[in-house]
């Protein structure tokens, strides 16, 4: 089934993306040789493409160039292919018509991210109350969830994982995952501006009608699925989410066992197809730029 296009919460900068990318691949490398230690490699990773289009407002032209500058597609490709996906992936920067959103595309599998978006993004910068969130974390948090959530979609949909329930709540647990594998320090960093960019949404906007009919979980639902996983992880090391009153003690109570089933699930239908030769390749190219915070 074709998802969708539809909004996400804002989010800011994509600068210091990339390396959180490479420990989230080094992690489920790991969990690969864990649930499959001797399995032989069957099949090359696919070709990731990328593409920068020629944006259609000249006000989005420093954001197109920002983009490109960076090479963030193709550092995101570049780690994408450590997932022996069965079939081409194309990563895309686009003008959406004046419309704000990032997407998967199943019928061409393409991963869109609007310059309209973007553009918000920024705007947004200015007009939110961080309050005890740190800006960066405010501005890298909510990008790492985007990204990692479109490629949720595009994971499913490739690898044909099933999905019992909601799609977009799957690709709300896959994107907290994977962030949950980048260690406590760029967890905790990510995760808090995810959750605090949807607790945003949640206050500025009362919810209507229709938005309880949508595919996706109302904000404040995701905010607290967010921290509920978080906590599951590592109750100790998250544990200021509950005493802090951020997560309801009667939701954490389960929380634990809401990870292990996520955990479980990214171990049978995800991490079979992690390459641990693409996993090492990429830490031995990567690693020490990495260790640099470059």
Known sequence: MKTTPSPHSRARSW??????????????????????????????????????GEPANPSHREIFAEMRDRHVLERFAELLEAIQLPKPLTLAFASCDGVSNAWYDP??????????????IRRAAATHDLGKVPAQDAMDGPIAFVLLHETGHAVFDLLKVPILGREEDAADTFATFFLLRLGH?????????????????????????????????????????????????????????????????????????????????????????????AVERLRVKHGRRWEQGL
């Open 107 to 120: 019928d061409t599998g393409t991963v869109t991210f609007c310059y309209e978006f973007l553009a918000d």
């Open 15 to 52: 600068c210091r993306i990339a390396p959180f990318l490479l420990v989230m691949v080094q992690g489920l490398g790991c969990m690969s040789r864990a649930a499959r230690p001797d399995a032989p490699e069957s099949r090359h990773a696919p070709l990731v493409r990328v593409e920068y």
């Open 185 to 277: 320090d760029v967890a905790l960093r990510m995760l808090r501006g995810a959750a605090w960019n949807y607790a945003q949404e949640a206050r500025l906007a009362k919810p209507e009608e229709s938005d309880f009919a949508d595919v996706h979980g109302l904000n404040a639902q995701r905010y607290y699925n967010i921290m509920c996983l978080a906590y599951g992880s590592d109750p100790q090391f998250f544990g200021a989410v509950v005493t802090g009153g951020y997560l309801p003690a009667d939701r954490a109570e389960g929380c634990s066992d809401e990870y292990q089933q996520a955990l479980f699930a990214m171990q049978k239908l995800v991490a079979p197809a992690i390459s641990p030769t």
